[in-house]
């Protein structure tokens, strides 16, 4: 029997198997609820560019994303080689000779049949003696089989092309062909048979791999570009908003989520870089960012697979994440974990699932406007100590307006902060005001709990308030209201110009409206509050200050986009430590003792707390002091008085 | 069945009591007020009876904030809202508003009627006697459990001790919860959000007959009684301070 027919069978029955274990993940995407990623197609092939053309990502671990570079690179140009293999059989005559199939696409084959080799070796050292621990929990059967294949598919091609060279090919432009020719002619293998064999094993390997992928994370090698190209282009600060055509305000079952959602549970390459960053991991709880993709992926393959939250996705899990979003800035396929998990608990808060702590904080919310259960009309008694008056901005213009925020307001831990904050303000000329007992807390937090109903509430009440007073620009204290107010206000018709107070800060120093009388340079280090840095840029601002109080900064080797989550955000702040092995904040400042700074320079209300009590729980308090940036700032006037 | 919740709004301990200028009473003007905790339960209590044996729930609230509370009992899934119109401003006396609660339970019908079994205007829990004899229907304050047995109501009463005494008794009757067979459920804001469309019936206050029985001659704030000193940071200066103290008040000989 002639080859050709042979092959179209093998080839036509692998592709129909292939679109057969495929079936179900097609039908689920076809199925489901649409998602508006269509739009701006230039700025989105332009991060598939960087994503996959540049490696951006990949590369931040610089082992796995040369490893993946080169095989990346080599399979294209080794396609070179199945585009032949199949093409001279299927249809009699095709040849790339013509384009230099035998010249210089010869030579490229050759070389990078190498390269894939490399590629192959460094990842088999990184997988089996490095053993990354962001490996836990990943398939080790998928990348071992895809090994296998790897070395059948380059070796059978560069055996094929040796014993081509041994039966009288020109082997000059396929110099490691010929030394396996060479080799070839030692073992005395007749040529021809040889040849054929490797053809097949090849032919084999490719069109086994082919079948293999629809059930492996080797998926991504087809998902992860359209995963990449339908990401969210919205601000990172913005949570989704609840469909208008959703009955309920959360997910129940995997088919309410779009198909963009589904889309990135193919896609996931179980790399674990997610798992490696995640503060809810790190901590001992029940969360992987990662399990929490491949356990919902392979529910959507298994119809029997029971309900999704509570189930397939235990309720803990969902509670464990402090939407600090290190997945997602790690995620080199944008896989959108945070709008998984708050759209299940959306689901756990409507059914009145919530635990006793949450559902104390969450009351008081309701009632009072702040989570701790304090009289809205205590909210700026923290102004009564201060020698000067504050601004009512309900009932009087104001330049700034400032939304000081729940801790900053309620809690004596971060009241003298809050009243430094407004001292510098004032001797800077700054023409500000609050709110008083018209301020609600933002619900940057309430909404990533998955309570939208209160979000919607605090929302509005804010958003009315701010409207009735006269102001050109809003600053926070608290990074989390920043969020709220600059990204989640949008989805209400509030749009405001918001900066954070480290921003205010540093460009009154820059303008010199503030006179620092500075420190002695000593060291300390800063830890970026995830909603002011990852979530929305604020890196250099505090860094500014720092400098500008006289102070030389030391960084953590987690800083900046990869800063470590101090453990309170998305609702954890009201919630207990059970099962909690190491608090996420008592982990953050074993990283700072290692630098040995005495100060540990934060951004937020809450890092003054969580890291306050992380330092005392540590017995490290007299070491290492926990300062807000606004505490460097020494005036010189209030030095001399 | 029906049943009839009495839901108490009580100023908000959290917040600063101030006096009024008379000294009788407490100035509301700057106050919050929330449920009372016990009625809170008492609420949960009449929905888990509607979920185990059906029934129709009619909360009725007294004193400020009651829209608002009465939205998150019908989110809770009571069946019908009604704000009772009780004396303004004044704390909320049972004496007086046990005519109200009477006259509500007789005009709908009510087969049971809960409250919380004390509020911290109620402290010795009168209103459940007061509407039970007004009533005539029998009644039990201190419940920790309430079931459905055929035509009767099983009530488990807290004795103190871990002891527990569960009566079953003929309805009509009054009952004072003193907590819920399950906590208080969360009800979610959307679901607050849909409840705030409901519309909120009105009762007037009805007077209950009695004479009235006592005056309130003053109120005081609780008194500073034996506050503690602060020595200050400083060991040397807390070291001398403290040795004068002690010299002053004669236990050492400086």
């Known amino acids: 029997m002639s080859e050709t027919p042979v092959l179209w069978i093998v080839t036509l029955a692998a592709i129909a198997l ?123 059967a998928d990348a071992a ?16 092309a040796g014993a081509r060279i041994v039966g009288g090919a020109d082997g000059s432009w396929r110099p ?30 490719i069109l086994a791999f082919l079948v293999y992928i629809p059930g ?22 913005t949570a989704p908003a609840v469909p208008s055509e959703r009955e309920n305000p959360g997910v129940a079952s995997l088919v309410q989520f779009d198909w963009k959602q589904q889309l990135d549970l193919l896609s996931c390459t179980e790399c674990g870089r997610c798992q490696a960053v995640c503060p809810a991991y790190a901590s001992g709880l029940p969360l992987s960012p990662k399990m929490l993709i491949t356990d919902m992926r392979d529910a959507l393959a298994n119809e029997a697979s029971g309900p999704l939250v509570g189930g397939v996705i235990a309720e803990e899990t969902l509670w464990a994440c402090t939407t600090c979003r290190a997945c997602m800035e790690a995620c080199p396929v944008e896989i959108e974990h945070l709008p998984k998990i708050i759209d299940m608990r959306r689901h756990l808060v409507d059914e009145g699932h919530v635990s006793p702590m949450l559902q104390d904080a969450l009351s008081n919310l309701t009632r009072l406007g702040n989570s701790m259960g304090k009289p809205s009309k205590m909210r700026a008694r923290w102004t009564k100590e201060l020698g000067f008056p504050v601004k009512d901005a309900r009932s009087e213009p104001v330049d700034v ?163 470590f989550c101090c453990g309170a955000g998305g609702g954890r702040i009201w919630q207990g430590d059970d099962g909690v092995k190491e608090r996420p904040s008592e982990n953050r400042i074993r990283e700072a003792l290692g630098l040995g700074v005495g100060i540990f320079v934060v951004a937020c209300p809450k890092d003054k707390v969580m890291y306050t009590a992380a330092t005392d729980a540590l017995g490290v308090a007299s070491s290492l002091r926990i300062l807000d940036v606004a505490e460097l700032i020494n005036l010189r006037e209030a030095s001399s008085a | 069945m029906k049943i009839l919740v009495v839901l108490r709004m009580i100023p908000d301990s959290a917040g600063e009591l101030e006096l009024t200028s008379d000294g009788r009473g407490i100035d509301r003007e700057w106050l919050d007020f929330q449920l009372n905790d016990f009625d809170d339960h008492a609420l949960e209590e009449a929905i888990l009876l509607k979920e185990a044996s059906g029934a129709t729930v009619v909360a009725v609230a007294i004193g ?27 704390m909320i006396d049972s004496r007086a508003i046990a005519g109200s609660i009477v006259a509500l339970a007789r005009s709908k019908a009510a087969d049971l009627v809960l409250c919380g079994v004390q509020s911290t205007e109620d402290l010795f829990g009168q209103l459940v006697p007061y509407a039970g004899a007004l009533l005539g229907w029998p009644h039990v304050s201190g419940s920790s459990r309430l ?105 050492a000989g400086v």
């Open chain 2, 147 to 251: 079931g459905i047995e055929g035509s009767a109501l099983r009530v488990t009463q807290e004795r103190g001790g871990g002891i527990a005494a569960t009566y079953e008794i003929a309805l009509p009757a009054v009952i004072g919860v003193q907590t819920a067979s399950k906590a208080p459920r969360y009800v979610s804001g959307s679901k607050l959000r849909e409840a705030s469309k409901t519309t909120i019936g009105k009762a007037r206050f009805e007077p209950a007959g009695f004479e009235r029985s006592a005056e309130i001659v003053a109120l005081r704030l609780p008194g500073q009684r034996g506050t503690g000193e602060h020595l200050g940071d400083n060991p040397e200066n807390v070291a001398e301070r403290l040795a004068g103290i002690l010299a002053a008040k004669g236990f």
């Open chain 1, 216 to 237: 492996s994370k080797h998926r991504h090698m087809f998902l992860a570009a359209p995963n990449i190209y339908f990401r969210n282009l919205e601000p990172a600060g």
């Open chain 1, 401 to 563: 307006l400032w939304f000081v925020g729940d801790y900053a307001s309620y809690d004596p831990r971060v009241q003298d902060v809050t009243r430094k904050v407004a001292e510098l303000l004032t001797a800077a000329g700054v023409d500000f005001g609050i709110l008083f007992d018209a301020e609600r807390n933002s619900g940057n937090d309430v909404r990533r709990a998955g309570e939208e109903g209160l979000f919607e509430t605090l929302a509005q009440s804010n958003i009315d308030a701010i409207r009735a007073c006269s102001f050109n620009r809003i600053v926070t204290t608290d990074p989390h209201s920043l969020n709220a107010l600059k990204n989640d206000y949008r989805h209400f018709g509030g749009e405001f110009e918001v900066l954070h107070y480290t921003a205010l800060l540093a460009e009154l120093v820059a303008a010199g409206r503030l006179d620092i009388g500075p420190a002695d340079g000593a060291t300390v280090t800063y830890h970026d509050p995830c909603y002011l840095g990852r979530y929305n840029g604020g890196f250099d601002a505090p860094r500014d200050l720092i400098r500008a109080a006289g102070y030389t900064l030391h960084d953590m080797p987690r800083c900046r986009e990869n800063s």
């Open chain 1, 18 to 140: 292939t679109v057969w274990r495929s079936r179900r993940y097609i039908v689920a995407l076809a199925q489901a609820p649409g998602a508006n990623r269509f739009d701006q197609p230039w700025r989105r092939l332009e991060g598939v560019a960087i994503a996959i053309g540049l490696h951006r990502k990949l590369l931040r671990k610089p082992l796995s994303g040369i490893l993946h570079a080169l095989i990346f690179v080599s399979f294209f140009v080794l396609f070179t080689v199945t585009i032949e293999a199949f093409g001279s059989r299927l249809f009699p005559g095709f040849s790339l000779a013509p384009i230099g199939g035998d010249s210089w696409i010869a030579l490229l084959q050759d070389l990078f049949a190498v390269l894939m080799l490399a590629g192959l070796g460094l990842a088999v050292y990184q997988r089996y003696v490095l053993k990354p621990a962001r490996f836990k929990g990943s398939s080790g």
């Open chain 1, 176 to 205: 490691v062909a010929s030394l396996v020719a060479d080799l070839l002619r030692v073992l005395d293998l007749p040529a021809h048979p040889a040849e054929r064999i490797a053809y097949w094993i090849h032919i084999g390997a």
């Open chain 2, 64 to 90: 400020e904030g009651s829209n608002r509370v009465l939205q998150m009992a019908v989110a809770r899934g009571a069946d019908e809202a009604i704000a009772l119109d009780a004396q303004a401003d004044g």
């Open chain 1, 145 to 160: 089989i895809i090994y296998v294949l790897i070395l059948l598919i380059v070796s059978s091609l560069l055996i094929e």
